[in-house]
């Protein structure tokens, strides 16, 4: 699994689990490597149904910390799969574990530890709080480290480093990225690898660095498809499709964007390929098949209740396609929206400067203060 090799490590991950006790230790850990794996293929109903049987099942004695590594790996990965309650109903019953073992008087390991913060800073972000969901990895990190495990404290690093990103902090996301590609190469983690290689294109993009983080984009696009890690390849479309926004090449942009959008096992990470694309279209002149795209965005972003990221795109894209078709009165309405919603994100961001940064760095947050100036005014409502 760490290698990459995704459904080889869900078959043999699910074999094990058949042949092995429910309810002992080996049996939570051979589950959290059939979760991890299939995930990543897009099975996200697999993925539901495992941690079913996991909260389910009583632990043995001595697996207690095994079952709650588990609960915590599920709720991580479902966080941005459009099931808030099942990651919340997840967290709450590993918090109660936590509590009743310190009630015993027993204790908690700091692996256990760190995939409780890793798990509630994934739910953050899906919830729009990437300020939270910093801290959270922050603290993830350095409980991987109080244990030595320097697998999961390289992986807890890639998304620090993307998590910056999101908050504006561009420098602090490259130096990360590119510190965890290098340790991610030498411990022979490659997917690990390219993730980074792909929030790193977004991050150098950002940046104005357009051909660099061109070529950087498609090399982790080549290592996602030779993985066969369909949520990765879409991630890295949509960040060359953004790319190509950010040059100005609209063709290329809805291009890309579109094969993001054709890989059905990634579902939950299509919603932002969708919104990218109306943007293309609006640049094309396309303004009605634009508005019915970012309506489609739009309607998935609150169906699934959260996303990983491109919040701040969907709602902006949406009224910018109002704008396009020539409907300023819901323009300014959806600009309105999204602006009270993205500075509510931002008060949940404790760190002044890191507010300041998401506010006025990332581009769709600092285009959509601009763009709610002109349209509605300052106020907020």
């Known amino acids: 699994m760490w290698r990459g090799d995704l459904a080889l490590a869900e078959e043999r991950g699910t074999?094990?689990?058949?042949h092995l006790t429910p309810g002992s230790a080996p049996w939570f850990t051979?589950?959290?490597q059939v979760v991890a794996a299939a995930s990543k293929l897009g099975g996200f109903d697999r993925v539901e149904r495992w941690m079913g049987a996991a909260i389910g099942a009583p632990a043995l004695s001595g697996a207690e910390s095994a079952r709650s590594t588990c609960l915590c790996a599920g709720a991580s990965t479902l966080a941005f799969a459009g099931r808030p309650a099942v990651v919340d109903a997840l967290i709450a019953e590993v918090e109660r574990a936590l509590s009743d073992g310190a009630a015993t008087g027993a204790g908690t390991g700091a692996e256990v530890v760190a995939g409780l913060h890793q798990a509630r800073a994934f739910r953050a972000m899906s919830g729009?709080?990437?300020g939270a969901c910093a801290t959270g990895l922050e603290a993830a990190l350095a409980a991987f480290e109080q244990v030595g495990d320097r697998r999961n404290a390289c992986i807890t690093r890639a998304n620090l480093g993307y998590c910056y990103g999101e908050l504006g902090d561009f420098g602090g996301a490259e130096a990360a990225l590119r510190s965890v590609m290098e340790a991610a190469e030498r411990m022979g983690l490659h997917e690990v690898a390219a993730a980074a290689q792909a929030s790193l294109g977004q991050v150098l993009a950002y940046g104005g660095r357009l051909a660099e983080a061109r070529a950087v984009e498609e090399a982790a696009l080549a290592s996602s498809q030779r993985l066969g890690d369909p949520r990765a390849e879409v991630v890295s479309r949509s960040y060359l499709a953004?790319?190509?926004?950010l040059a100005g090449d609209f063709t290329g942009a809805e291009r890309e964007a579109r094969h993001a959008e054709a890989l059905e096992s990634a579902s939950p990470f299509r919603v932002a390929a969708t919104a990218i694309r109306a943007r293309a279209l609006i640049g094309l002149g396309r303004a009605a098949e634009a508005l019915a795209a970012a309506g489609e965005a739009l309607a998935a972003l609150e169906s699934l209740g959260g996303l990983e990221e491109g919040e701040s795109m969907i709602r902006l894209v949406h009224a910018e396609a109002f704008s396009a078709v020539g409907d300023a009165a819901r323009a300014a309405v959806a600009i309105s929206s999204?602006?009270?919603?993205?500075?509510?994100?931002?008060e949940s961001v404790r760190d002044p400067e890191w507010r300041r940064r998401f506010l006025s760095h990332v581009p769709d947050n600092a285009r959509t203060l601009e763009l709610a100036a002109q349209w509605v005014g300052t106020g907020r409502n």
């Open 15 to 18: 074999a094990a689990v058949e």
């Open 242 to 245: 953004k790319i190509a926004l």
């Open 128 to 130: 729009g709080d990437p």
């Open 30 to 32: 051979a589950v959290a």
């Open 338 to 346: 999204a602006r009270d919603r993205l500075l509510g994100r931002a």
